[in-house]
T-cell receptor
Framework: GENVEQHPSTLSVQEGDSAVIKCTYS??????FPWYKQELGKGPQLIID?????GEKKDQRIAVTLNKTAKHFSLHITETQPEDSAVYFC?????????????FGSGTRLLVRP | DAGITQSPRHKVTETGTPVTLRCHQT?????MYWYRQDPGHGLRLIHY???????DKGEVSDGYSVSRSKTEDFLLTLESATSSQTSVYFC????????????FGPGTRLTVL
């Protein structure tokens, strides 16, 4: 079945620097890749997603890139701010179903130091 | 918050007792999901529903059942709770096509003693 690996598990950056989180997936049929941000005590919040027919997508300071050949995708946060501190999860859809069931990575705890 | 509420928000119960968690949505979405979140495992899909009375299993469905008699409500039942089911449970709805753009509720923290 699908497996999603996420690295690093923790990431500490200085405010204003960039942060990159990487995920790899195993099912070449996966075609939908969302990213979630989770703050302490809250549910995950969808921040950006990408489909397999697109190589890159940007939304202000956040971007996601997808390399289908290598089966990996990455989240890029530029000009990080303390409020970006949270746990981030990547996910990949199971590609064998007509409905999208998501397999999540194990999460990256991002700390932005003021 | 995508109009999703979960109840209860916290529950402590004993091994062997039945437990039902409720997810309620106000936006009339077709797809609803139940996940559990445990340290080191991210989120794992338990069951999902693609319409009233239409449900299917996820990757960790053993020990859980679900029901959806109305579009707005999706219930998760632990028939006989075990300590391994201590977890945080999240409900989600899909605002996009067939499971894309999933938005999550605030979660229910369940402790089984």
């Amino acid at each position: 079945g699908e497996n999603v690996e996420q690295h690093p598990s923790t990431l500490s950056v200085q405010e204003g620097d960039s942060a990159v989180i990487k995920c790899t997936y195993s099912d070449s049929a996966s075609n939908y890749f969302p990213w979630y941000k989770q703050e302490l005590g809250k549910g995950p919040q969808l921040i950006i997603d990408i489909r397999s027919n697109v190589g890159e997508k940007k939304d202000q300071r956040i971007a996601v890139t997808l390399n289908k050949t290598a089966k990996h995708f990455s989240l890029h946060i530029t000009e990080t701010q303390p409020e970006d501190s949270a746990v981030y999860f990547c996910a990949a859809s199971l590609g064998t179903d007509s409905s999208y069931k998501l397999i999540f990575g194990s999460g990256t705890r991002l700390l932005v130091r003021p | 918050d995508a109009g999703i509420t979960q109840s209860p928000r916290h529950k402590v119960t004993e091994t062997g007792t039945p437990v039902t968690l409720r997810c309620h949505q106000t936006e009339n979405h077709r797809y609803m999901y139940w996940y559990r979140q445990d340290p080191g495992h991210g989120l794992r899909l338990i069951h999902y529903s693609y319409g009233v009375k239409d449900t299917d299993k996820g990757e960790v469905s053993d020990g859980y059942s679900v029901s959806r008699s109305k579009t707005e409500d999706f219930l998760l039942t632990l028939e006989s709770a075990t300590s391994s089911q201590t977890s945080v449970y999240f409900c989600a709805i899909s605002r996009g096509t067939a499971g894309t753009e999933q938005f999550f509720g605030p979660g229910t923290r369940l402790t089984v003693l």
